[in-house]
Structure formats: structure tokens, C-alpha cells
């Protein structure tokens, strides 16, 4: 007899399902409310650009009214390097800066003692300066020969010197020696003199001493020049000029007015020349 193999299901074994459990949500009163969402802080200050243009009408704004300051306070002077640190303010009385300079003039050409030139020219520079100030040097040695010789000797321009001695010691006793020299009518030959004999500010270039031999080397009479140096004859009106210069706005050696108009520092002959010409136009 055959063994009979035992019959095999000839469906598959279907395989139960593991179930997961499914969590019910919460009833509505038990759930945690969430912790609320902090809104960003706002900036104390908003700054909003419209547009592109914005930035650019803001710099046009701005050189606009640097404009218009430069034009309605035309003597204020910006320090320059080619000046000694020490502006010029336009008298009251007038919105006109044109007629602002003819006061201006007016009113400093009578406090103003030494000038070289014609009395009648049609142009006058005023230059305050301080014996010590080495721009005011360079002025002397490069542009002033140039400003004489084409301006000052055909009678077009008179030239003022106007003392403002704020370097120290050694500018007040070289602007008092200058007055004693204007006493005996060397004040101009004293001027070059001290202007050549610069070697530093208050080293002892300018001491006592030295202010007699320079005055002897002019040929003054020294008697009556020490007499009126070592009384300090002019000690007050030396004090009295630097505090009208300074009354006037004026912080920058040298400075110069051309007919109320200012230069400041120890410019080129030619910046003079074309303030000069278009004045005697």
C-alpha cells in the first residue's frame, strides 16, 4: 500500500494583522492651550527709502544748502594747509554780501596802519598775519614779490599788513619791535626782515636781543628804539589788533581780504591774480 502524503492547503496562510492602536484626541476642554507666538518687536526708529531716489535726493539736498551757506556767508573761511591754525564773519546791516564787503572794508581800512601803494588803487588786499607764522613766510619769499611787481608798482592794488600775534611770546615782541621800526618809517624794511629771519616758532629767534640787532642792522636809531621796545610802548595796541582780528572771525594765518573778499593761506600768485583781475574789470 502507498503512504498517502498528507494533503497540503493549496490556499495561503493568511497572516493576522498586528493592529496599532489609535490615540483619540483629547476633548476639547482638556487640551493644553500652545504658548502664544511672540510678535517681532518694532525698531524705536523706522527709517523707509521710498524708492531708489530717496538716498539721491538727500545728497542733493545736502550739497544744495552747502551751497547756499557758501554763497550767503562768502567770509567764512575754511583752515587750510597752507595756513596757520589760529574766518572772516560778514558785518550786520546787510543781506548784500557785496555791500557786506565794502563795510567790511570801511570800517578796517582806518585800523589798518601800514600799507605799501597807491592810496587811490582800485584794489586793496589786507593781510593779517603773525611774524612767526611760517605760511605767512611763504607768502612773503613766493607770492608777494609776484602781487608788488604786477600789481603793486603800477598802482592797481594798495597792500595793508594787519597784525594778529597768537603763535606766542616771540609774535608779540616782533610785532611790538615792528611798531617801534614804523616809528622811525621802517616798519615795511623791518617787516621783510623778520619774515627772512624765521627759524622756528619761540626757539629765540625773535628774542629781545635779537629784535635790537635787526633794528641795528637797519640802520635805526637804536637809542631811540630800545627806548620805546623796553617800555612796551605797544605792547597794548599789539593785544588790541590781535582781539579786533579775532572780533572779525579771522582763526587762520595768513589771511586776506581783497576788497572784503577773502583768501586764506600762503596760496599761489595765481589765485590772487584772478581775484585781482576780476576786480578791475
Given at each position: ?65 552747502l ?37 567790511l ?14 592810496p ?12 612767526q ?32 600775534a ?13 611798531e ?71 582763526r587762520?594765518?595768513?589771511?586776506f ?6 583768501i ?5 600768485f ?12
Amino acid at each position: 500500500m502507498k503512504k498517502e502524503e498528507p494533503v497540503s492547503s493549496k490556499e495561503p496562510v493568511k497572516r493576522r494583522k498586528k493592529l496599532v492602536p489609535v490615540e483619540e484626541p483629547a476633548p476639547l476642554e482638556m487640551q493644553e492651550e500652545s504658548a502664544p507666538v511672540e510678535a517681532p518687536k518694532q525698531p524705536a526708529v523706522t527709517i523707509t527709502i521710498q524708492s531708489w531716489a530717496t538716498p539721491i535726493v538727500g545728497v542733493v539736498m545736502l550739497v544744495l544748502g552747502l551751497l547756499v551757506g557758501y554763497y550767503l556767508h562768502p567770509l567764512i573761511l575754511a583752515q587750510s594747509s597752507n595756513a596757520t591754525t589760529a574766518s572772516i564773519v560778514t558785518p550786520p546791516g546787510s543781506t548784500d554780501p557785496s555791500a557786506a564787503q565794502q563795510n567790511l572794508m570801511a570800517s578796517l581800512i582806518p585800523k589798518t596802519r601800514h600799507f605799501k601803494g597807491d592810496p587811490n588803487a582800485p584794489v586793496t588786499i589786507i593781510e593779517f598775519g603773525d611774524f612767526q607764522c611760517p605760511y605767512c613766510g611763504r607768502f612773503f619769499a613766493q607770492t608777494e614779490p609776484q602781487i608788488d611787481e604786477t600789481y603793486i608798482q603800477s598802482g592797481k592794488v594798495r597792500f595793508g599788513y594787519f597784525g594778529f600775534a597768537f603763535l606766542g611770546q616771540e609774535s608779540n615782541w616782533a610785532a611790538e619791535a615792528a611798531e617801534c621800526a614804523a616809528d622811525q618809517n621802517k616798519f615795511w624794511e623791518y617787516h621783510d626782515t623778520l619774515y627772512s629771519s624765521q627759524s622756528g616758532e619761540n626757539q629765540g629767534a625773535f628774542n629781545k636781543d635779537n629784535l635790537k640787532k635787526i633794528a641795528e642792522g637797519l640802520g635805526l636809531d637804536t637809542s631811540a628804539f630800545n627806548e620805546c621796545f623796553d617800555s612796551g610802548k605797544y605792547k597794548q595796541l599789539i593785544q588790541d589788533d590781535s582781539n579786533a582780528a579775532s572780533s572779525l572771525g579771522v582763526r587762520s594765518t595768513p589771511t586776506f581780504l581783497i576788497n572784503g573778499q577773502a583768501i586764506v593761506g600762503a596760496q599761489p600768485f595765481e589765485i590772487f591774480q584772478q581775484t585781482i583781475d576780476s576786480l578791475l574789470k
